[in-house]
C-alpha cells in the first residue's frame, strides 16, 4: 500500500479531505464532484496534499490511456472555446463523455480572465456527460500544464473517452499542450492566409489536424481560400505525424456545421496512430518529455531555495545586468557553490 498520510485535523469549515481509498473509488465511479475535488488535489502545491497526489496518480496509471485526447489551439480570438462546446455538444449528442481542460500559464499573472477567454462554453458545461474544468494557477509555466496533464489522467481514470485541451494565450502553452495530446489541431481565421509564414509556423508543424473557423456569413469564401492556402503551405512543411498528411477543414461553430467531419478527422489521426506504433511511441516520448520538465523545475526550485544561494543571487544578478560580471562566470560560481557541498559525483560534472 502507499505511504500513509496524516490525518488531515485542521480543516475549518471545510469539507474533510477524502482519502485516498475514496478518491480511487470515486473515479472509478465516474463521481463528477471526486473528479473535481482530484483535479483540485494535483494543483495544489502544499507538500502534503502533493504526497497524496503523487500517489493518487500513480494508482490510477493503469486506468489511463484510453480516452482520445486532442489539443486544441491557435490565436485568443480565433473560436477555440466557441469551437470546443459546438463539438462537444456533437460528442456528447453521440454517446461519449467528454472533458475540456484549459492551460493558460498567464493564469497567475491575469487572475484567469485574459482577453479572448471569455467564452464559458455554458451550454456544454450543463452537460451531465461534459466535464469543464478551467486553467489551474501556478508559479510556473511548466507547472500549470504538468497540473493540466495529470488532471487529464484523473479524467481518464473517471471514465471520459474524450478529452479536449485548450490553450489559453500564445507561446508557451502550445508546446506544452502539443505533448499532452494525441492529436493537436491548429485553428486559423478566415483571412490568415498571407501571414501564415514566420510566427506560426512552429505551430503549423506542430498540427495534425488545421482547421478554418468562421466559415459562416460573407466570411464564408474567405475561409475557403484560406484553407487552400493552408493546404499549400502545409504541403512544404514535414507532417507532424509520420506518414500523415495534416488536413484542412472549414468549420463555422456558431452555426454547428463541419463538427462531424471534424471528428471524423479526428478519429482517422488517431485510428493512424493507433495501427501503427506511433499512438504508443507519441505517448512514451511524452511521458518522458514531462519527467525531464518536472526534474528541470525541480532541480531550479531546490537550487533557488538553496541556504547558500538565495541570500547571494539576488546582489550576483545585479552585478550581471550591470556587465560588472558574466552571466556564465556568475552561474559557474553559483553551480559549484551549490553542488560542491554535499557528496556529489565529481565526475557527473562537465570541465
Ligand atoms: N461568426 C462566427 N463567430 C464565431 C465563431 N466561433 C467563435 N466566434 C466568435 O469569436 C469570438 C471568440 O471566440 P472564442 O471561442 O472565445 O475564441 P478563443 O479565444 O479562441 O477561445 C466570440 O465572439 C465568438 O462568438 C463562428 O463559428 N462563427
Ligand atoms: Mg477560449
Redesign the pocket.
Known amino acids: 500500500m502507499h505511504s500513509s498520510h496524516p490525518e488531515r485535523l485542521k480543516a475549518p469549515a471545510r469539507r474533510r479531505e477524502l482519502t485516498l481509498t475514496e478518491l480511487l473509488q470515486g473515479l472509478e465511479q465516474s463521481e463528477r464532484s471526486v473528479l473535481a475535488r482530484a483535479i483540485t488535489l494535483v494543483e495544489s502545491v502544499r507538500p502534503d496534499h502533493r504526497d497524496l497526489a503523487r500517489c493518487l496518480v500513480e494508482s490510477i496509471l493503469p486506468r489511463t490511456g484510453r480516452a482520445v485526447r486532442v489539443g486544441i489551439t ?1 490565436p ?8 470546443i462546446e459546438s463539438l462537444g455538444l456533437h460528442l456528447v449528442g453521440q454517446g461519449h463523455r467528454v472533458a475540456v481542460l484549459a492551460v493558460d500559464p498567464s493564469s497567475r499573472r491575469t487572475g484567469g480572465s485574459i482577453l ?4 464559458r462554453m455554458e451550454q456544454l458545461s450543463r452537460e451531465e456527460r461534459a466535464y469543464i474544468r478551467p486553467s489551474p494557477g501556478g508559479a510556473t509555466p511548466g507547472g500549470v500544464a504538468r497540473r493540466s496533464r495529470e488532471a487529464l489522467l484523473l479524467c481518464e481514470a473517471a471514465g471520459f473517452d474524450v478529452v479536449i485541451v ?1 490553450t489559453i494565450g500564445v507561446g508557451q502553452s502550445e508546446t506544452a499542450v502539443a505533448e499532452m495530446v494525441d492529436t493537436f489541431v491548429l ?1 486559423v481565421l478566415p483571412g490568415s492566409g498571407d501571414e501564415l509564414q514566420g510566427v506560426k509556423r512552429g505551430v503549423m508543424e506542430l498540427a495534425d489536424l488545421a482547421v478554418v ?2 466559415a ?2 460573407d ?1 464564408r469564401r474567405l475561409a475557403a481560400r484560406t484553407r487552400a492556402q493552408l493546404l499549400s503551405a502545409l504541403h512544404l512543411m514535414p507532417p507532424a505525424t509520420p506518414g500523415w498528411r495534416t488536413p484542412v477543414l472549414t ?5 454547428g456545421q463541419g463538427m462531424g467531419s471534424l471528428w471524423k478527422s479526428v478519429l482517422e489521426h488517431h485510428e493512424h496512430l493507433a495501427s501503427s506504433a506511433l499512438l504508443e511511441e507519441r505517448r512514451s516520448e511524452q511521458a518522458a518529455y514531462w519527467l525531464d520538465r518536472a526534474l528541470e523545475d525541480g532541480l531550479w526550485a531546490r537550487f533557488l531555495g538553496d541556504h547558500r544561494v538565495a541570500p547571494r543571487l539576488e546582489a550576483l544578478r545585479a552585478e550581471v545586468r550591470s556587465g560588472r560580471r558574466s552571466p556564465e562566470g556568475v552561474a559557474e560560481e553559483l553551480l559549484d557553490l551549490n553542488w560542491n557541498a554535499p557528496p556529489a559525483d565529481p565526475s557527473s560534472r562537465g570541465t
Do not use: I
Open positions: 491557435g485568443p480570438g480565433v473560436g477555440k472555446s466557441t469551437l479572448g477567454d471569455k467564452t485548450e485553428l473557423t468562421k459562416d456569413g466570411q468549420v463555422s461553430s456558431v452555426e
